[in-house]
Protein backbone atom coordinates (compact mmCIF):
# COMPACT_ATOMS: atom_id res chain seq x y z
CA UNK A 1 0.00 0.00 0.00
CA UNK A 2 2.63 2.20 1.26
CA UNK A 3 4.98 1.69 -1.96
CA UNK A 4 1.70 2.54 -4.79
CA UNK A 5 0.97 5.75 -2.03
CA UNK A 6 4.36 6.90 -2.98
CA UNK A 7 4.70 6.09 -6.42
CA UNK A 8 1.34 8.01 -6.64
CA UNK A 9 3.24 10.75 -4.57
CA UNK A 10 5.97 11.13 -6.49
CA UNK A 11 4.06 11.27 -10.24
CA UNK A 12 1.72 14.02 -8.95
CA UNK A 13 5.10 16.13 -7.38
CA UNK A 14 7.04 15.11 -11.01
CA UNK A 15 3.98 16.85 -12.73
CA UNK A 16 3.92 19.80 -10.15
CA UNK A 17 7.74 20.31 -10.76
CA UNK A 18 7.21 20.57 -14.50
CA UNK A 19 3.95 22.55 -14.41
CA UNK A 20 4.47 25.14 -11.81
CA UNK A 21 8.09 24.86 -10.75
CA UNK A 22 7.16 23.52 -7.63
CA UNK A 23 6.00 20.99 -5.40
CA UNK A 24 2.90 21.76 -3.33
CA UNK A 25 3.00 21.25 0.57
CA UNK A 26 -0.83 19.50 0.68
CA UNK A 27 0.64 16.81 -1.65
CA UNK A 28 3.51 15.84 0.89
CA UNK A 29 1.47 16.71 3.83
CA UNK A 30 -2.01 14.56 2.43
CA UNK A 31 0.64 11.58 1.80
CA UNK A 32 1.87 12.08 5.16
CA UNK A 33 -1.90 12.41 6.90
CA UNK A 34 -3.22 9.04 4.54
CA UNK A 35 -0.16 7.44 5.95
CA UNK A 36 -0.41 8.27 9.42
CA UNK A 37 -3.91 6.69 8.61
CA UNK A 38 -2.63 3.89 7.39
CA UNK A 39 -0.48 3.39 10.31
CA UNK A 40 -3.54 3.58 13.06
CA UNK A 41 -5.37 1.39 10.80
CA UNK A 42 -2.97 -1.59 9.90
CA UNK A 43 0.55 -0.93 11.00
CA UNK A 44 0.54 -0.20 14.49
CA UNK A 45 1.66 3.04 16.84
CA UNK A 46 5.48 1.22 16.79
CA UNK A 47 5.64 1.22 12.90
CA UNK A 48 4.43 4.54 12.92
CA UNK A 49 6.84 6.18 15.25
CA UNK A 50 9.85 4.45 13.28
CA UNK A 51 8.72 5.99 10.10
CA UNK A 52 8.11 9.48 11.73
CA UNK A 53 12.17 9.14 12.45
CA UNK A 54 13.17 7.97 9.15
CA UNK A 55 11.24 11.51 8.07
CA UNK A 56 13.06 13.16 10.61
CA UNK A 57 16.24 11.63 9.54
CA UNK A 58 15.76 12.39 5.85
CA UNK A 59 14.53 15.63 6.88
CA UNK A 60 17.71 16.90 8.92
CA UNK A 61 20.17 15.28 6.49
CA UNK A 62 19.12 17.21 3.05
CA UNK A 63 18.49 20.47 5.08
CA UNK A 64 21.51 22.13 4.93
CA UNK A 65 21.51 21.43 0.79
CA UNK A 66 17.87 23.24 0.96
CA UNK A 67 20.28 25.82 2.90
CA UNK A 68 22.86 26.30 0.25
CA UNK A 69 20.37 26.33 -2.27
CA UNK A 70 21.22 22.85 -3.90
CA UNK A 71 17.89 21.27 -3.76
CA UNK A 72 14.32 23.16 -3.49
CA UNK A 73 12.38 23.16 -0.65
CA UNK A 74 9.87 20.90 -2.27
CA UNK A 75 12.29 18.14 -2.86
CA UNK A 76 13.26 18.10 0.85
CA UNK A 77 9.52 17.84 1.58
CA UNK A 78 9.10 15.36 -0.61
CA UNK A 79 12.16 13.45 0.77
CA UNK A 80 10.55 13.17 4.25
CA UNK A 81 6.72 11.93 3.09
CA UNK A 82 8.65 9.00 1.23
CA UNK A 83 10.90 8.25 4.37
CA UNK A 84 7.68 8.48 6.17
CA UNK A 85 5.99 6.34 4.24
CA UNK A 86 8.75 4.08 3.04
CA UNK A 87 10.46 4.01 6.51
CA UNK A 88 13.65 1.48 6.66
CA UNK A 89 13.05 1.18 2.70
CA UNK A 90 13.95 4.98 2.16
CA UNK A 91 17.91 3.48 1.62
CA UNK A 92 17.04 1.34 -1.43
CA UNK A 93 15.00 4.21 -2.82
CA UNK A 94 17.47 6.99 -2.10
CA UNK A 95 19.81 4.15 -3.69
CA UNK A 96 18.35 4.12 -6.75
CA UNK A 97 17.18 7.76 -6.67
CA UNK A 98 20.81 8.75 -6.27
CA UNK A 99 21.38 6.61 -9.61
CA UNK A 100 18.53 8.23 -11.38
CA UNK A 101 19.52 11.73 -10.67
CA UNK A 102 22.60 11.63 -11.61
CA UNK A 103 21.88 10.02 -15.16
CA UNK A 104 19.44 12.30 -15.72
CA UNK A 105 21.79 15.16 -14.59
CA UNK A 106 24.68 13.53 -17.05
CA UNK A 107 22.23 13.06 -20.08
CA UNK A 108 20.94 16.33 -19.50
CA UNK A 109 24.52 17.54 -19.68
CA UNK A 110 25.07 15.95 -22.81
CA UNK A 111 21.79 16.62 -24.65
CA UNK A 112 22.55 20.18 -23.58
CA UNK A 113 26.50 20.72 -24.66
CA UNK A 114 26.79 22.68 -21.61
CA UNK A 115 28.91 20.29 -19.56
CA UNK A 116 32.25 21.90 -19.39
CA UNK A 117 30.61 25.21 -18.74
CA UNK A 118 28.72 23.62 -15.86
CA UNK A 119 31.34 21.44 -13.99
CA UNK A 120 33.57 24.55 -14.46
CA UNK A 121 30.94 26.74 -12.26
CA UNK A 122 30.46 23.74 -9.94
CA UNK A 123 34.68 24.06 -9.67
CA UNK A 124 34.87 27.11 -9.10
CA UNK A 125 32.00 27.25 -6.55
CA UNK A 126 33.92 24.67 -4.47
CA UNK A 127 36.94 26.35 -4.82
CA UNK A 128 35.52 29.60 -3.56
CA UNK A 129 33.98 27.60 -0.68
CA UNK A 130 37.19 26.16 0.20
CA UNK A 131 39.38 29.59 0.31
CA UNK A 132 36.84 31.32 2.42
CA UNK A 133 36.70 28.40 4.27
CA UNK A 134 32.46 28.25 4.98
CA UNK A 135 29.74 26.59 2.54
CA UNK A 136 27.95 29.75 0.60
CA UNK A 137 24.72 28.91 -0.89
CA UNK A 138 25.11 27.83 -4.67
CA UNK A 139 24.74 30.95 -7.55
CA UNK A 140 20.78 29.66 -8.74
CA UNK A 141 18.66 31.61 -10.89
CA UNK A 142 15.25 30.11 -10.99
CA UNK A 143 13.85 32.12 -13.88
CA UNK A 144 16.80 30.56 -16.13
CA UNK A 145 18.68 27.64 -14.15
CA UNK A 146 15.69 25.24 -14.63
CA UNK A 147 15.47 25.55 -18.01
CA UNK A 148 19.20 26.09 -18.85
CA UNK A 149 20.51 23.79 -16.68
CA UNK A 150 18.56 22.50 -13.77
CA UNK A 151 18.07 19.15 -13.02
CA UNK A 152 14.28 18.57 -12.35
CA UNK A 153 15.32 15.99 -8.84
CA UNK A 154 11.84 14.65 -8.82
CA UNK A 155 11.62 13.17 -12.01
CA UNK A 156 14.73 11.80 -10.53
CA UNK A 157 12.73 10.75 -7.55
CA UNK A 158 10.17 8.93 -9.55
CA UNK A 159 12.58 6.92 -11.85
CA UNK A 160 14.81 5.53 -8.48
CA UNK A 161 11.36 4.68 -6.88
CA UNK A 162 10.24 2.44 -9.87
CA UNK A 163 13.78 1.14 -10.09
CA UNK A 164 13.70 0.49 -6.78
CA UNK A 165 10.30 -1.89 -7.83
CA UNK A 166 11.45 -3.33 -10.32
CA UNK A 167 14.63 -4.98 -8.74
CA UNK A 168 12.79 -5.86 -5.67
CA UNK A 169 14.57 -3.58 -3.34
CA UNK A 170 11.93 -2.87 -1.06
CA UNK A 171 11.21 -5.48 1.28
Same mark, same amino acid.
Given at each position: ??? %? !?????? !? %????????????????????????? @???????????????????? #??? %???????????? #???? %?? !????????? #???????????????????????????? @??????????????? @??????????????????????????????????????????
Amino acid at each position: MNR %V !LVGVML !L %VGAYYDKKRNQIPNLLCLGSMAAGT @YYFLLFGGMKEGITHFLWAI #GLL %VCFFPLWLMKGV #GGGD %VK !LLMAVGFLL #GENCISFLLCAGICVGLHGFFLLLRRKN @YRHRIGLLVQYVMAC @YRENQWKPYPFNPETDCEEGGIRISYGFLAGHILAMLLRMYH
